[in-house]
C-alpha cells in the first residue's frame, strides 16, 4: 500500500541559494529602506537649518525687507499675551484679521512665550518648510527608487519659492506648505479622508486659500468616484471659507469696513500682460519637471496665480516674494504624479491614472528639470548667503542699533521706521513712524540709511517729529544713522 504524500509545511522555510536572484533584490530593498528612512528627514534637517541660520544672519545685519516681519511680531506678542492681533504698525487700533484671515498664526503664541523675539518666528518658518520635506521626499522615493527620489526631494528644499520665502522673511504662508505637503502626500497614496483633513485647515492661513482648498475638493471629486461625496464637500468647505473670510468676517474687523485689496485689481488684459508673469508660469512648470503639468493637481496653482495675474503689483509676479511657497508642494505632488510609481507600473496622464509609467530617460530629464530652475538662478539663491563667510561678519551698525533702541525706555509708545521695527517690538508700544496713526509717540527712532526715506533723512529729527505731531520733541540719541528724539 502506498504511504500518501507529507503535505505539512516544514519547520523553518527554505533557504534560497546563495547567490539566487533574490539577495540582489534584497538588498535593493535594505538600500531603499534605509534611504527612506534617513534621507527624508536629513533633507528637512539642512533645510530648517540654513534657512534659519539666513534668517538669523539678515536678523542681526539689520536686514528688512519690507514691514512685515515687525507686523507679525507684533501679532505673536499679542497672542502671546492673550489679546488680539491689534498692530499699530498698520495703524490705530487695526485688528490684522481684518487685514487678512490668519487665525491659524494664533499658534505663534507658545513660540512667543519661548522667544519673545522677531528671530524666533524666522526660525518657525524654516521649520515649518523644512518639515515639509519630510512627506514628499518619502513618497518621491518610494515612487521613484531611493537615488531619483532622494534628488526630487533635494530639488524641493532649495526651490525657488522656499528660497524667496525664506529671503522675505515671516508671512503666514509658511503654515501652509507644510499642510499641502501632507495632504497632497496622503492623496497621492489613496488616503483621500487623510488628505481632505489635512487641508481643511488651510482656509485658515489666509482667505485666497479657500479657493485652493475648493480646487482639491474638485479634483477629489473627478479622480476619486468612491469619495466623490466627501471631494465635493471639500470644495463646498473652501469655496464657503472663502467668501465668508473675503466679504464678511474682513470687512467686519477692517477699520475700514472693507477688503482691503480689491483696489489691486486691474483689467481682464491685463492678467495677461507684462511677459514677466509668463516667465513665472515657465519656472513653475520646470519645477514640475514639465511633465507634471498631465496631473490634475497642476489645476491647483490656478487660485494662487489668478488672483495674483489680476492684480497690479508687480512683485506679485516676480520669484523674489514668497508667494510662490505654497505651490512648490503642488508641483512637486504633480511631478510624482505624472510620472508615476514604480512599483505598481501606472501614472497619471491627463484623465487617466492608469497610464504606463515614462521611460528612466524621461523621469530623469523631469527631474533635473525640477532642480535647474532653481540652480539656474546661480549666485542670485538667497540661501547661499549662509556659505558666504563674509555674510557672517558683524554689521558695524549692530551695537548703535542696540544703543539706539536702549535711548528709548520699555513700554514707550515708539515711532519707528522698518529697520529696527521687528527689533522694538518686545519692549515697546511699536507704530511706523509713516504711518496714519493719530498717537503721539513718546519717541521717534530713525534710521538715516532706511529706504522709506524718499527724499532722503531730514537734518533734525525732533524738528521733524515736532512738525509731525505738533509737540516738542529733543534728540537724546544720535549714532551710526540712528537718531532718537524722544518728548522732554
Not at 538669523?56 to 492681533?85: C, N
Not at 473627478?222 to 471659507?241: D, F, P, S, V, Y
Not at 505598481?344 to 491627463?350: K, P
Request: with cysteine.
Amino acid at each position: 500500500m502506498d504511504l500518501p504524500a507529507d503535505t505539512t509545511a516544514p519547520a523553518t522555510p527554505p533557504q534560497a541559494p546563495r547567490g539566487s536572484a533574490s539577495e540582489p533584490a534584497d538588498a535593493a530593498a535594505r538600500t531603499t529602506a534605509l534611504v527612506r528612512r534617513l534621507v527624508p528627514t536629513l533633507l528637512a534637517v539642512i533645510a530648517s537649518l540654513a534657512y534659519g541660520m539666513q534668517g538669523t544672519q539678515q536678523f542681526r545685519h539689520l536686514v528688512a525687507k519690507s514691514w512685515d516681519l515687525g507686523i507679525f511680531t507684533q501679532l505673536a506678542r499679542d497672542y502671546g499675551e492673550l489679546r488680539a492681533p491689534i498692530v499699530p504698525i498698520k495703524g490705530d487700533d487695526v485688528n490684522l484679521l481684518g487685514d487678512h484671515f490668519h487665525p491659524i498664526l494664533a499658534l505663534l503664541a507658545p513660540v512667543w512665550w519661548v522667544w519673545p523675539s522677531g528671530e524666533a518666528l524666522l526660525w518657525t518658518q524654516a521649520l515649518l518648510l523644512g518639515v515639509s520635506a519630510i512627506p514628499l521626499t518619502r513618497l518621491a522615493i518610494d515612487r521613484l527608487g531611493p537615488a531619483l527620489g532622494s534628488l526630487a526631494g533635494g530639488a524641493y528644499v532649495v526651490s525657488f519659492g522656499l528660497q524667496a520665502a525664506a529671503s522675505v522673511q515671516f508671512h503666514e504662508i509658511a503654515f501652509a506648505v507644510p499642510l499641502l505637503a501632507l495632504s497632497l502626500t496622503a492623496l497621492l497614496r489613496g488616503r483621500v479622508l487623510p488628505a481632505i483633513l489635512w487641508a481643511a485647515p488651510l482656509v485658515l492661513v489666509k482667505e485666497d486659500l479657500g479657493l485652493t482648498v475648493a480646487m482639491l475638493g474638485v479634483v477629489i471629486a473627478l479622480r476619486h468616484r468612491a469619495h466623490r461625496a466627501e471631494g465635493i464637500g471639500l470644495a463646498g468647505w473652501g469655496a464657503g471659507w472663502f467668501l465668508l473670510s473675503t466679504f464678511v468676517i474682513l470687512p467686519l474687523l477692517n477699520t475700514a469696513g472693507q477688503y482691503d485689496y480689491t483696489d489691486n485689481l486691474g483689467s481682464p488684459l491685463e492678467v495677461l500682460w507684462p511677459p514677466a508673469k509668463w516667465i513665472l508660469v515657465l519656472m513653475l512648470l520646470l519645477a514640475a519637471g514639465v511633465i507634471g503639468a498631465r496631473s490634475p493637481l497642476i489645476l491647483l496653482l490656478l487660485p494662487t496665480l489668478a488672483w495674483r495675474f489680476a492684480g497690479t503689483v508687480d512683485f506679485y509676479w516676480s520669484w523674489g516674494w514668497h508667494y510662490d511657497a505654497l505651490l512648490m508642494p503642488i508641483v512637486l505632488a504633480a511631478m510624482l504624479d505624472a510620472l508615476g510609481d514604480r512599483r505598481t507600473g501606472r501614472a497619471t496622464a491627463w484623465a487617466r491614472r492608469d497610464a504606463p509609467i515614462p521611460v528612466a530617460r524621461i523621469r530623469v530629464t523631469a527631474v533635473a528639470a525640477s532642480a535647474a530652475v532653481t540652480l539656474m538662478l546661480g549666485g542670485a539663491m538667497p540661501v547661499l548667503d549662509v556659505v558666504r563667510p563674509d555674510q557672517w561678519e558683524p554689521t558695524w551698525r549692530a551695537e548703535p542699533a542696540a544703543s539706539a533702541l536702549e535711548a528709548v525706555p520699555d513700554g514707550d509708545v515708539l515711532a519707528v521706521d522698518i529697520t529696527l521695527m521687528a527689533h522694538a517690538v518686545p519692549d515697546h508700544d511699536v507704530q511706523w513712524i509713516h504711518g496714519p496713526n493719530q498717537r503721539v509717540p513718546d519717541c521717534v527712532l530713525s534710521d538715516d540709511y532706511a529706504f522709506s526715506w524718499a527724499d532722503g533723512p531730514p537734518e533734525d529729527i525732533a524738528d521733524w517729529a515736532q512738525q509731525t505731531w505738533g509737540t516738542d520733541f529733543e534728540t537724546v540719541h544720535e549714532e551710526g544713522g540712528f537718531r532718537v528724539a524722544c518728548r522732554p
